[in-house]
Protein backbone atom coordinates (compact mmCIF):
# COMPACT_ATOMS: atom_id res chain seq x y z
CA UNK A 1 0.00 0.00 0.00
CA UNK A 2 1.50 3.35 -0.99
CA UNK A 3 1.59 5.93 1.51
CA UNK A 4 -0.43 8.95 0.57
CA UNK A 5 -0.23 12.48 2.50
CA UNK A 6 -3.75 13.27 3.73
CA UNK A 7 -4.37 17.14 3.07
CA UNK A 8 -6.74 18.15 6.26
CA UNK A 9 -8.58 21.13 5.54
CA UNK A 10 -6.79 24.24 6.72
CA UNK A 11 -8.38 26.00 9.80
CA UNK A 12 -9.51 29.37 10.06
CA UNK A 13 -8.03 31.48 13.10
CA UNK A 14 -10.94 32.14 15.49
CA UNK A 15 -10.24 35.79 17.82
CA UNK A 16 -11.41 35.46 21.11
CA UNK A 17 -11.93 38.99 22.50
CA UNK A 18 -11.02 39.66 26.15
CA UNK A 19 -13.72 42.13 27.02
CA UNK A 20 -16.68 40.20 24.82
CA UNK A 21 -15.48 36.89 26.94
CA UNK A 22 -15.69 38.56 30.12
CA UNK A 23 -19.62 40.06 28.84
CA UNK A 24 -20.59 36.44 27.66
CA UNK A 25 -19.18 34.92 31.14
CA UNK A 26 -20.73 37.41 33.37
CA UNK A 27 -17.56 38.03 35.15
CA UNK A 28 -14.66 39.43 34.76
CA UNK A 29 -11.41 37.45 33.45
CA UNK A 30 -8.26 39.47 32.71
CA UNK A 31 -6.28 38.28 28.78
CA UNK A 32 -4.12 35.92 30.74
CA UNK A 33 -6.63 34.14 32.47
CA UNK A 34 -7.61 33.54 28.52
CA UNK A 35 -4.31 33.05 27.23
CA UNK A 36 -3.22 30.51 30.08
CA UNK A 37 -6.39 28.37 29.40
CA UNK A 38 -6.10 28.44 25.72
CA UNK A 39 -2.57 27.43 25.78
CA UNK A 40 -3.47 24.47 28.61
CA UNK A 41 -5.91 23.34 25.75
CA UNK A 42 -2.83 22.99 23.61
CA UNK A 43 -4.07 25.62 21.08
CA UNK A 44 -1.78 27.29 19.17
CA UNK A 45 -2.57 31.33 19.71
CA UNK A 46 -0.87 34.81 18.80
CA UNK A 47 -1.88 37.65 21.08
CA UNK A 48 -2.48 41.33 20.73
CA UNK A 49 -3.64 43.88 23.23
CA UNK A 50 -7.33 43.05 23.63
CA UNK A 51 -7.53 39.93 21.30
CA UNK A 52 -6.11 36.48 21.50
CA UNK A 53 -6.28 34.70 18.07
CA UNK A 54 -6.57 30.49 18.30
CA UNK A 55 -5.61 28.23 15.33
CA UNK A 56 -7.83 24.76 15.90
CA UNK A 57 -6.62 22.26 15.00
CA UNK A 58 -7.46 19.88 12.51
CA UNK A 59 -9.05 17.79 15.08
CA UNK A 60 -10.56 20.88 16.78
CA UNK A 61 -13.91 20.92 14.84
CA UNK A 62 -15.68 22.27 17.54
CA UNK A 63 -13.86 25.78 17.69
CA UNK A 64 -15.14 27.89 15.17
CA UNK A 65 -16.40 30.92 16.55
CA UNK A 66 -15.80 33.58 18.83
CA UNK A 67 -18.66 31.74 21.25
CA UNK A 68 -16.77 28.35 21.15
CA UNK A 69 -13.56 30.15 22.34
CA UNK A 70 -15.22 31.97 25.41
CA UNK A 71 -17.31 28.09 26.28
CA UNK A 72 -13.35 26.61 26.50
CA UNK A 73 -12.22 29.12 28.90
CA UNK A 74 -15.35 29.12 31.16
CA UNK A 75 -15.42 25.18 31.24
CA UNK A 76 -11.42 25.43 32.10
CA UNK A 77 -11.79 28.10 34.49
CA UNK A 78 -14.38 25.87 35.77
CA UNK A 79 -18.45 26.04 35.92
CA UNK A 80 -18.35 26.90 39.81
CA UNK A 81 -16.73 30.23 39.38
CA UNK A 82 -19.40 31.66 37.74
CA UNK A 83 -21.66 34.51 39.67
CA UNK A 84 -24.78 33.32 40.98
CA UNK A 85 -26.80 35.68 39.54
CA UNK A 86 -30.52 35.94 37.28
CA UNK A 87 -30.55 36.65 33.72
CA UNK A 88 -30.39 40.33 33.06
CA UNK A 89 -31.93 39.88 29.33
CA UNK A 90 -36.00 40.60 29.63
CA UNK A 91 -37.72 37.65 28.72
CA UNK A 92 -40.15 39.27 25.57
CA UNK A 93 -42.95 37.98 22.99
CA UNK A 94 -40.72 37.26 19.79
CA UNK A 95 -43.58 38.73 17.80
CA UNK A 96 -47.56 39.94 18.23
CA UNK A 97 -49.63 37.08 16.44
CA UNK A 98 -52.26 39.91 15.06
CA UNK A 99 -48.96 41.51 13.12
CA UNK A 100 -47.33 38.56 12.05
CA UNK A 101 -48.24 35.77 9.96
CA UNK A 102 -45.10 33.39 11.44
CA UNK A 103 -47.34 33.70 14.51
CA UNK A 104 -50.42 32.82 13.86
CA UNK A 105 -50.73 29.36 14.35
CA UNK A 106 -49.74 30.54 18.09
CA UNK A 107 -52.38 32.55 18.33
CA UNK A 108 -54.77 29.85 16.87
CA UNK A 109 -53.43 27.47 19.33
CA UNK A 110 -53.46 30.17 22.29
CA UNK A 111 -57.27 30.46 21.21
CA UNK A 112 -57.79 27.02 22.20
CA UNK A 113 -56.29 27.48 25.39
CA UNK A 114 -53.43 26.02 25.51
CA UNK A 115 -50.41 27.84 26.68
CA UNK A 116 -46.97 28.39 25.95
CA UNK A 117 -44.68 28.13 28.88
CA UNK A 118 -40.72 29.18 28.85
CA UNK A 119 -38.41 27.68 31.81
CA UNK A 120 -35.05 28.02 33.02
CA UNK A 121 -34.86 24.14 33.01
CA UNK A 122 -31.30 24.43 34.39
CA UNK A 123 -31.04 26.54 37.42
CA UNK A 124 -31.82 26.79 40.86
CA UNK A 125 -35.48 25.92 42.19
CA UNK A 126 -35.23 29.55 44.38
CA UNK A 127 -34.75 31.34 40.69
CA UNK A 128 -37.45 30.03 39.45
CA UNK A 129 -39.21 31.28 42.38
CA UNK A 130 -37.82 34.68 41.90
CA UNK A 131 -38.23 34.81 38.40
CA UNK A 132 -42.23 33.25 38.10
CA UNK A 133 -44.69 35.44 36.72
CA UNK A 134 -47.34 36.14 39.69
CA UNK A 135 -51.18 36.77 38.50
CA UNK A 136 -54.56 36.50 40.21
CA UNK A 137 -56.02 34.53 36.95
CA UNK A 138 -57.20 31.57 38.38
CA UNK A 139 -56.57 29.46 34.84
CA UNK A 140 -52.65 30.00 35.11
Same mark, same amino acid.
Given at each position: ? =? =??????? %??? @???????????? !??????????? /? #?????GLPLTETPGVITVTPPSWRFDLQIEEDLIEEVVRVLGYH?????? @????? +????? @???????????? !???? =??? $? +? !????? #? /? $????? %??? #?? +?? =? @???
Amino acid at each position: M =D =DQLVNLP %ERK @PVNLRVARAAKV !IGMPVTQSQCG /E #VLRRLGLPLTETPGVITVTPPSWRFDLQIEEDLIEEVVRVLGYHVLPASA @PHAPV +TRACA @PSRNAACMPCAT !IAGL =DYQ $E +T !INFSF #V /E $ERWER %ELA #VT +TT =D @PRL
